[in-house]
């Protein structure tokens, strides 16, 4: 199909305007965060890293940064063993009501958060509340994980569907038993779709707001304390500094992530040969 000059043009003028409408409010946070006034103003008179070296000092700022890496590192773990435990039923078995679980595990990435975070302050206060349960970073990693499945989920299902069948089979009819199996055979298959997947759950979790509003208590992850310090004028230049820094923090498991799911298929991700053979045959 050859396109004339006039329709490559347009295509090109709106590709522009769909990344400046996308990317035009982060930059312009990134340029405040080098403003050497504590006020806002536009055009930025003066530059300055001055705001820099404060936002590192900041104590609560840090401790802030701490729970929320630990969240979300907590948040991927979770997600990664059930959604991938989801995912190889759904994918590889045949029993009733498979199509109804799959719905299940998506669902609540399309929930509203503020729903889902009242449904898990609900349960956490009147449920288990009464056996000692309280709110704290368990609790912060049980309501990032809810959506971070999702994610892990769709990855592995849709690399474990493009994975040839009779692999698995050809593997149990070598002798191999179920672990020998998934360790050779069907890991090597998902292991870039399990990588992928924990990346944008790290970065999911280490940004969500709503949900941790309602499953925190009196902690506060990074995006929680950006958005307190909002109301305080004079932290401004602080809070600029920290979102520039979870932009950049955000835009790196993405784009690993984007290059894993897109680049490798089944050849690369198939184990090297024999080795499940070599396997049973070791004493």
């Given at each position: 199909m050859v396109e004339s000059t006039l329709t490559r043009v347009l295509l090109r003028v709106g590709a522009g305007l769909t990344l400046a409408f996308m990317y035009v409010p982060l930059l312009v946070i990134g340029l405040y965060a080098f403003n050497q006034n504590v006020t806002q103003a536009w055009p930025i008179e003066n530059y300055s890293t001055k705001w820099f070296s404060i936002a590192f000092e900041n104590e609560r700022a840090r401790d802030a940064l701490v729970l929320s890496v630990l969240a979300a590192l907590g948040a991927t773990a979770v997600a990664l063993v059930l959604g991938t435990l989801a995912a190889m039923a759904v994918s590889r078995y045949r029993f009733f009501g498979r199509e109804v679980i799959s719905f299940a595990v998506i669902l609540p990435i399309a929930?509203?958060?503020?729903?889902?975070?009242?449904?898990?302050?609900?349960?956490?206060?009147?449920?288990?509340?009464?056996?000692?349960?309280?709110?704290?970073?368990?609790?912060?990693?049980?309501?990032?994980?809810?959506?971070?499945?999702?994610?892990?989920?769709?990855?592995?299902?849709?690399?474990?569907?493009?994975?040839?069948?009779?692999?698995?089979?050809?593997?149990?009819?070598?002798?191999?038993?179920?672990?020998?199996?998934?360790?050779?055979?069907?890991?090597?298959?998902?292991?870039?779709?399990?990588?992928?997947?924990?990346?944008?759950?790290?970065?999911?979790?280490?940004?969500?707001?709503?949900?941790?509003?309602?499953?925190?208590?009196?902690?506060?992850?990074?995006?929680?304390?950006?958005?307190?310090?909002?109301?305080?004028?004079?932290?401004?230049?602080i809070v600029n500094v920290v979102a520039l820094f979870v932009i950049l923090v955000s835009i790196v498991p993405v784009y690993i992530a984007s290059r894993l799911a897109g680049g490798a298929g089944l050849t690369s991700d198939r184990p090297p040969r024999g080795a499940v053979a070599s396997e049973l045959q070791a004493p």
């Open positions: 929930l509203p958060g503020i729903i889902t975070g009242l449904a898990l302050q609900a349960t956490i206060l009147d449920v288990l509340g009464p056996i000692g349960v309280s709110f704290g970073l368990s609790t912060i990693i049980v309501g990032h994980a809810t959506f971070c499945v999702v994610v892990v989920y769709n990855n592995v299902i849709a690399r474990m569907r493009r994975a040839v069948g009779s692999i698995d089979e050809a593997s149990a009819d070598l002798g191999a038993d179920s672990w020998q199996t998934f360790r050779y055979v069907m890991l090597p298959q998902m292991r870039t779709a399990l990588l992928a997947g924990g990346l944008l759950a790290f970065a999911l979790s280490f940004d969500e707001v709503v949900v941790t509003i309602f499953t925190a208590g009196a902690q506060q992850t990074l995006p929680i304390w950006i958005f307190a310090t909002l109301a305080r004028p004079a932290q401004l230049p």
